[in-house]
Structures are given as C-alpha cells and as structure tokens.
C-alpha cells in the first residue's frame, strides 16, 4: 500500500503509467471494447467505470501540451458528432485535472481500433454505456528551475 496514489490504480497501472514516455498513448475504454484483441498491453479495472478511471490515471498522468488534441474518443457510427455523455464526463475531468482547456479528436470507430492497436496500453473498464473509449497522449512532468 503506498500513500497518495488513488487506490483504483493497481500496481499493473501503475508499473504501465511510470512506463510510458512523452507521446505515449493510453487509452481507456469500456466494456464492450476488444482490447485483448486489439492492446499490445492490456490492465483490466474491473468494477470501475470509465470517468472514475479516469479520474484515478490522471491523478499521476500528464496531458501532453505540445499537441493540438491530446485527448481521442470513439466517434458514434450513425451520428458522429453526437459526443456521448459518458465522453463528456472524462472530457470535464481532464480540463479539471490539467486547469485547461483540452482539445478533443474525433476518432471513427475502425480508425480508433487502429490506434488502439499502436497505443502503449489499453486500459478496460467496466463502463456499460455505449462509446465509452477515450485516448490519452501522456506529456510532460515540467519542474521548472528554481530561482
């Protein structure tokens, strides 16, 4: 047990998110989403839906600043630009966390299996509302020098 860091994290998420480098994506996903299939790794967060996934990654996992949208999410198939409401809660916890405006890509879904497919980790949810699926591109910890 370590202080300070979310207990939604396990050690497997934790060991993935001190792993990944400047540019690396994560992406979290719900339930329905094939990530064996598609993750070259993949962290299982049974019993946890996608917003409080979420939340528990960002509390360690900085959104990269030098893209214009670091963050992804699924496109709806009949009706892409409908952003599912389950999208908006993680879109609200990111600016929340990062204290910023955070831009958003709209990805279509075969295209966002493609990126699945290069993404550093896949992280699975239990979230049961459809469109559930939402990358993350990791940036930079910035301490700035000390005067």
Known sequence: MLKGIDPVVT???LHVLASMGHGDELVLVDRNFPAVSVGRRVVRLDGCDLPRAAQAVLS????DTFVERPVAAMAMVDTPDVVPEVQEDV???VEAAEGRAVGVE??????FYERARQAFAV????????YGCV???????W?????
């Open 60 to 63: 360690l996992f900085p959104v």
């Open 135 to 141: 990358v993350l591109v990791k940036g930079v910890v």
């Open 143 to 147: 301490d700035p020098p000390q005067e």
């Open 91 to 93: 879109f609200e916890l």
């Open 11 to 13: 050690p497997e998420l």
């Open 123 to 130: 992280v699975t949810t239990s979230e049961d509302r459809p």
């Open 106 to 111: 709209r990805v279509e879904r075969f295209a």
